[in-house]
T-cell receptor, first 114, second 110 residues
Framework: EAQVTQNPRYLITVTGKKLTVTCSQNMNHEYMSWYRQDPGLGLRQIYYSMNVEVTDKGDVPEGYKVSRKEKRNFPLILESPSPNQTSLYFC?????????????FGPGTRLTVL | QKEVEQNSGPLSVPEGAIASLNCTYSDRGSQSFFWYRQYSGKSPELIMFIYSNGDKEDGRFTAQLNKASQYVSLLIRDSQPSDSATYLCAVNQGAQKLVFGQGTRLTINP
């Protein structure tokens, strides 16, 4: 089954404790992206990757890191989480953004930083 | 000005009526336009995409694009309670970025 998986689905942590949210897709997609979703703000892009070893900042990259060492995986790293990073996070993948290709979303990770 | 703007709603429509969702965008160079549906607590799923001016129909859904007015809309005919969800408009910026509006919450009343 074609899918995007994220882990963990739910996480409660404390300020300053490093964490990683994993994202994996099995569709051989080149484009992958991380979004956060907050009430009234819609989906905002954190980072994206056009291919292996090619990553770039989105609209809200502060406090986040990513890496793309393999095509299928695109982990999101919070080196020192803060309460303002409490949010619902989605990973997405697509063949490309050109030509109307659909972005497939993972199930989401609900993160709470105390 | 936000890059992609939607009325956040909530928009309430009686069952069987036409629901009309609207979206404006600021980047005149945008080429592809998407409508995603998101049920509460779930991830977004693609309903329609459009890239040419005019209308595109798929079942009960019609997407309309007017690039001169920088306006894209989604019509849902014969609305059903299962259409109750948040609808997200998304617009590409080049080949690298997809910008989402804040979403419109739609409620279909039986």
């Amino acid at each position: 089954e074609a899918q995007v998986t994220q882990n963990p689905r739910y996480l409660i942590t404390v300020t300053g404790k490093k964490l990683t949210v994993t994202c994996s897709q099995n569709m051989n997609h080149e484009y992958m992206s991380w979004y956060r979703q907050d009430p009234g703000l819609g989906l905002r892009q954190i980072y994206y990757s056009m291919n292996v070893e090619v990553t770039d900042k989105g609209d809200v990259p502060e406090g986040y890191k990513v890496s793309r060492k393999e095509k299928r995986n695109f982990p999101l790293i919070l080196e020192s989480p803060s309460p303002n990073q409490t949010s619902l996070y989605f990973c997405a993948s697509s063949l490309s953004l050109a030509g109307g290709h659909e972005q497939f979303f993972g199930p989401g990770t609900r993160l709470t930083v105390l | 000005q936000k890059e992609v703007e939607q009325n956040s709603g909530p928009l309430s429509v009686p069952e069987g009526a036409i629901a009309s969702l609207n979206c404006t965008y600021s980047d005149r160079g945008s080429q592809s336009f998407f409508w995603y549906r998101q049920y509460s607590g779930k991830s977004p799923e693609l309903i329609m995409f459009i890239y040419s001016n005019g209308d595109k129909e798929d079942g009960r859904f019609t997407a309309q694009l007017n690039k001169a007015s920088q306006y894209v809309s989604l019509l849902i005919r014969d609305s059903q309670p299962s259409d109750s969800a948040t609808y997200l408009c998304a617009v590409n910026q080049g080949a690298q970025k997809l910008v989402f509006g804040q979403g419109t919450r739609l409620t279909i009343n039986p």
